[in-house]
């Protein structure tokens, strides 16, 4: 006999249990072991940041001729360099420099590109093609030749680096912004913005932005790397971080000069400039698929 | 019944690279109050340009309003600033829109209570908190199971089907007096399209809303619509109730489209007649009658004069026709 049946029969099965979007953000962002690294590398670089004179066995300023170029050894760890200074310390002293430049360099440039691109592109006729004329011609000047200009203009020291670097690194997210934009605002969910009688200003910014994220967030990691480098070029031209002060990227380039005789004058500041930008690149990675909705709520 | 909308020889013209396109060519209706009216016609007729021209949607440049009035309680909507406070407030709050692609239509990096919120916030100022009380009860409404487990998903989530009852939640959410439904089912499945026609139909009736549904799709309107309009090539051809459009269709065109689609009271075997030829290139456009190419019907005059104006044959009944104007209407039907 055929079976009635019941409506208690048909109801739905019951919907996976929410869990909060934090918790869902923790869960996507450390579901990869290499982000956990790249977050533990940069959180090891905060710490060193904030305990430097704690950490660092000698005064990364302290010459001793009498002990120059040693190779790693108890006393010092990585050796001396070409003044005698313990190599671990300058390292130490330097990751300030790599996280500034890093994070408040490259952060200024992504916020000031963005926001450009924007405009740009959401606007576009005249005031998009002005800005982006202005970024196209900023970005035809190779860009350390610009950071030199600024740097030059403004002189030496970590904040006028920052800034140099910040100013120079905005073309290429204005770029990308400005094409993102270009095609997101084509999408139809923007003409059901206009509407509902959304603003320009919350369609822009609660509408467009957060969909252009992702390339966004690669870039950033990726030009981490590149602002670290490029502040050795800085370094190198005498317009950088002025010299006895510790940066990574100076360093590399003082210790060129001594490569066949004590490698790890270059090296190991090199190392260390890979191993952050790997880090920053990881967590960057993590950061754009935790904020990938089409992962939310899945995982 | 008060008129709620009334268009006014609306024409709305792009700039192309091929050339000028006359996509609304002087249209002109209206809609009283929670009245459903159908607007009928194939692709490119321009349906769907002339219901973004009433909310000054059309993207400018290319497109531009060049002429007409589009009379909202008596107010000339295309007069208002463009993008100003007065027609931000009209949009979504007065009129609402529900899109044909449920699939792009919502914004993928936003929850479905953010969306439906969105315009609460925007138009009664509602906080937060007592916007997403309310999303949940339309939500409930538009006959989404466990509506508070769903609001926080993401579209991507949602079924199609399930999308277009969100959009339908997020018309309504703010009481409009206009819900326009721009081909609301055609990205549906034909189950799907029938339930949430009937949600549509019921849910305007429950709000007081009038509702303009923009099809090509004569079932669809035929069920719902009290009126209807059809559309060729940029202009209205004929109107009139809906029962006398399907008993007794006036323009050669309409006749042809109701020829092409299979009928239950009718004779088994019987062939469908399609429209021979394809619709005018919207570029070109000689003025005589668009449909003359097309047209079994045509008469000397339909070639030499230009494109007939709409005249009233029967009550409530308006064609553009020479033939019927000649009164030869024994040749049609």
Redesign the interface.
Known sequence: MEKEIQESDLE?DE?PR?VS?WKRFRRVFFGRKVVIYGVVVISLLVITVIFTPLLAPYDPYTTNVRNILAPPSTAHWLGTDTLGRDILSRIIYGSRNALFIGLIAVGFAATAGMLLGLIAGYFGGIIGAVIMRIIDSIQSIPMIMFAVTIAAFLGGGLQNVVIALGIALIAPYARLMCGQVLSVKQ???I??????????F?IMF??IV??CFPPLIVLMTMQVGHAILSEASLSFLGIGIKPPAAAWGSMVSEGYQYLLRSPQLSIVPGLAIMIVVFAYNMAGDGLRDALD??L??TL | MTVLLEVKNLKTQFNTEAGLVKAVDGISYEVYEQEIVGLVGESGCGKSVSQLSVMQLIPTPPGKIVEGEVLFEGKDLLKLPENGAEIRAIRGGKIAMIFQEPMTSLNPVMSINQQISEMMQIHQGLTASEARKRSIELLAEVGIPAAESRIDDYPHQFSGGMRQRVMIAMGLSCNPKLLIADEPTTALDVTTQAVLLELMKDMVERFNTALVIVTHNLGVVARYATRIYVMYAGRVVESGKTKDIFSQPLHPYTIGLLKCIPRLDEVRGRRLVPIKGLPPNLVRMPPRCAFFPRCPYRIDRCHKEPWPPLSRVRAEHDVSCFVHMEGKVSGLN
Do not use: C, E, T, V
Not at chain 1, 191 to 200: E, F, P, Q, T
């Open positions: 739905f919907a929410r979007s999408n139809d969910y003409l059901r913005a206009k509407a509902i009688g959304a603003s320009d919350r609660k509408h957060p969909n909705p089409k939310r709520g």
